[in-house]
């Protein structure tokens, strides 16, 4: 008969496989680093703003701020701001870095009507802008695919206006139009905000970031207007993007809002 020896019978401890390490993309990484950044975007070919904010989070492909004036997803924005060396993919020895940007989310965080903050959520797209953007910078861009599989700028073209975007979240949905009658008090103001013709109107259809109104005024597009609403005790900056005559034969005006969005929570 064999005999087993001590080392035979002793028991085998199967040895745990060492996890697979997955290495973290550091560049694609957000994090928390609340650099200065000066956000710059256009009303129309002759008109821009800009503001000095800080960032919430950064990417190398992309950052969160929050600004006083919505900025409409899909509008583009040239940014600048001191971004690490690390985060960057081109000027690494400049002292600022300038990159365009296109709005994927702007949420209203502000507590007050009279003092509007806005959450922003931009993709960068890279060093320069799409061509048709010089010619009309008041375009909508929607984004399509990233470079290098994913781990790089986003490509944009111009944005389906007409698009089917319900299964959308809220926070990036296309603004919902509202068909309804709306009072509205417009006021034509020339550069330096003197109210150079003043109409009561309302509206044919009006959402967070717009309205159709009609009106008796001569408007060209790019023609600024103020819109009040005594309602809802807001007076919001807007800019003509096109006027049409309905089969009624009234004009209509189509106007963004500006500097704030319209509060639909009494008709919403």
């Known amino acids: 008969m064999l005999t087993a020896t001590p080392e035979q019978t002793r028991s085998i401890t199967p040895v745990a496989p060492k996890p697979t390490v997955v290495k973290e993309n550091r560049r694609i990484q957000r994090i928390s680093l609340p650099l200065p950044v000066r956000v710059e975007s256009k009303i129309d070919a002759e008109t821009s703003w800009n503001e000095i904010t800080r960032l919430s989070d950064v990417s190398a492909f992309g950052a969160g701020f929050v600004l006083k004036r919505p900025l409409k997803r899909g509008r583009l924005a040239v940014l600048t701001l001191p971004m690490p060396r690390q985060l960057r993919s081109f000027d690494f020895t400049e002292p600022q870095y ?99 013709e003043s109409e009561t109107t309302v509206t044919e259809n009006i959402s967070l970031g717009g309205a159709a109104v009609f009106t008796s005024m001569k408007a060209d597009a790019g023609t600024f207007l103020r819109v009040s609403s005594d309602r809802f005790n807001v007076t919001i900056l807007s800019v003509v993007r096109a006027s049409r005559v309905g089969q009624d034969g009234i004009t209509r005006l189509h106007l963004e809002f500006i500097d704030r969005l319209f509060p639909l929570e009494g008709i919403s």
């Not at 979240?169 to 109210?195: C, M, W, Y």
């Open 98 to 196: 300038r990159i365009w940007a296109v709005v994927r989310r702007c949420i209203s965080v502000g507590r007050t009507i009279d003092k509007p903050e806005y959450s922003v959520g931009v993709g960068f797209i890279g060093k320069t802008p799409p061509d048709s953007y010089l010619h009309n910078p008041a375009q909508l861009f929607d984004i399509f695919h990233r470079e290098d599989n994913g781990q790089g700028f986003w490509h944009v073209g111009p944005a389906d206006l007409l698009a089917d975007d319900s299964s959308l979240p809220t926070d990036i949905r296309k603004q919902t139009r509202f068909h309804i009658p709306e009072s509205l008090k417009i006021d034509r103001v020339d550069a330096l905000g003197n109210i150079l």
